[in-house]
């Protein structure tokens, strides 16, 4: 089936993924053979209205509007180091977690599992993964790892623009009780990533970024919640990532902000001998 795809696309859209697994399978092990009839009349997708679209901010102000609802540029730039405690909800059972980030780009999340830590750490150039078990640290794909240094950024809103090298800006979703505009990062070479700004105060409540893989482009969603204001910044002590497989809940319980971490923290742990492969 993956042999199909891959003739499918390279004879009909130039070998781009156009057709993917989901294509066919929309999630289900086998696809639906036979169209499903609606319960009622589907509805028309409304046309954004011309006007709707001429009133909308230039990607300039929307970004420097994000900066000043989460503090300013100066205030943020006094922050250069935080640590988070709370807990991840997984499938509804909460377990403790603390977060460790530094200026400008390193991070690394600790899932206290009974069975040991669950890690993932970006150290400013490389990510990598630790799981429990006495199992040996991997280095997170090159793939995947554009989305952890994406996460890592400490200053965000002030490095959106170093980031991206175009912006279009959209109307956004609603996000719970949000009236939002979305602001589409475009980078070459990489996928696009989606920001969906609160309309009224500014900040980010929503982004969508993806993974490229051969089957096609793998979401996933982030949602920003309950802001809290810690020294003179604006963070969010709740989010949500969800997958097609699934989501978690990071509720922050804790925060502390410039306290001294050594870069040495968000460094992959050589294998000892006993977690080394056998050859």
Request: aromatic share 8%; proline share 10%; glycine share 8%.
């Amino acid at each position: 089936m993956i042999q199909m795809q891959f003739a499918i696309n390279k004879e009909n859209f130039k070998g781009e993924p156009e057709v993917t697994c989901f294509s066919c399978h929309r999630g289900s092990h086998d696809p639906i053979r036979t169209p499903i009839i609606p319960d009622e009349e589907p509805k028309r997708a409304e046309a954004p209205k011309p006007a709707e679209s001429a009133t909308l901010p230039a990607a300039d102000q929307v970004i420097d509007k994000y900066i000043q609802a989460v503090g300013g540029a100066e205030a943020l730039q006094k922050i250069t180091s935080r640590s988070e405690k709370g807990t991840i909800t997984v499938g509804g059972r909460p377990t403790p977690i603390e977060l460790w980030t530094k200026a400008p780009d390193k991070r690394i999340s600790i899932m206290h599992t009974p069975n040991g830590d669950n890690i993932t750490a970006y150290d400013g150039h490389n990510g990598w993964l630790g799981s429990p078990g006495g199992r040996p640290p991997r280095d997170i794909s090159p793939a995947e790892v554009d989305p952890v240094r994406l996460d890592s950024d400490f200053n965000l809103p002030l490095d959106l623009k170093k980031i991206f090298s175009q912006f279009r800006v959209r109307p956004g979703d609603k996000v719970g009780d949000h009236e939002t505009i979305q602001l589409i990062g475009i980078r070459e070479g990489k996928p696009p990533v989606r920001f969906f700004f609160d309309k009224d105060s500014g900040l980010l409540v929503r982004m969508v970024r993806y993974v490229a893989t051969p089957l096609g482009l793998n979401p996933a969603e982030i949602d920003y919640a309950d802001y809290r204001t810690e020294g003179g910044v604006k963070i969010p002590y709740r989010w949500t990532l969800a997958r097609p497989l699934g989501r978690f809940t990071i509720q922050v319980d804790q925060v502390q902000q410039n306290i001294p971490i050594e870069d040495t923290k968000f460094s992959k742990p050589a294998a000892s001998a006993e977690q080394k492969p056998a050859k």
